[in-house]
């Protein structure tokens, strides 16, 4: 199976770039931001649970997210794996997804960074709050996003690249380009 991360901060197009590197693989796209807004709209214990945290920005407390993966896992029987949008967020995370993922035999393939600086970012996040009005796309919750992220999900950038795992392209540039440039290195790792 290829077990691959799309990882980046908040606004680099991870969702955009998920949907189109699982339908060419034929993985399966879990998007743990798009879970809890689903749970959110159908106001289920979970939803109610979380949402207060996420229109803030805050990150939603590591112990919930393991179960939901693997939940969101045991849907998909007949992929040839998985891209992971937005998880995982913290080391805790990543560890807790190592152990899931030994349990089964399996391993993180891939950690693909798309790079995007600051400026370009809070300038994404503003438009596609005019566009959608994700209540959590304000440009005080964008900021705390953003250092929520530099705090405690960069550093896995790390973790990572101690276990040559991890590889980047520019997340600036056309949604085809930027799209190349991710087939490119997954088709030296898959
Ligand atoms: P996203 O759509 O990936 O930007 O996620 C939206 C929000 O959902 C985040 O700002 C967090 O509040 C929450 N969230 C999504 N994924 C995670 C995760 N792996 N760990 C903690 N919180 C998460």
């Known amino acids: 199976m290829f077990n691959f991360i799309l990882f980046g901060p ?4 991870k969702g955009t770039q998920s949907v189109k590197i699982a339908e060419k693989y034929n993985l399966a796209h879990i998007s743990t931001g798009d879970i809890f807004r689903k749970n959110i ?15 803030k920005g805050e990150l939603v407390p590591d112990e919930l997210l393991i179960e939901i993966l693997e939940n969101a896992m045991d849907q998909y029987k007949e992929k040839k794996g998985f891209v992971f949008d937005g998880f ?3 080391k805790q995370q ?3 997804m190592d152990v899931m ?22 300038a994404r996040l503003l438009k596609r709050a005019e566009l959608e009005g994700r209540k959590d796309d304000t440009k005080d919750v964008i900021e705390n996003r953003i250092n929520v992220y530099n705090n405690q999900t960069q550093p896995l950038i790390d973790f990572y690249k101690d276990k040559n795992k991890f590889a980047s392209v520019n997340g600036i540039g056309s ?16």
């Open 94 to 96: 990543a560890e807790d």
């Open 88 to 90: 995982p967020r913290t």
């Open 41 to 55: 709209r159908e106001k289920t214990e979970l939803g109610i649970k979380v949402q207060s945290i996420i229109e």
């Open 175 to 190: 949604i085809d380009e930027i799209f190349n440039n991710i087939c490119t290195v997954i088709e030296q790792n898959i």
């Open 101 to 122: 993922l030994e349990k089964r035999n399996e391993s993180v393939s891939l950690v693909l960074a798309l790079e995007v600086n600051d400026d370009v970012i809070i």
């Open 10 to 13: 908040p606004g680099s197009g």
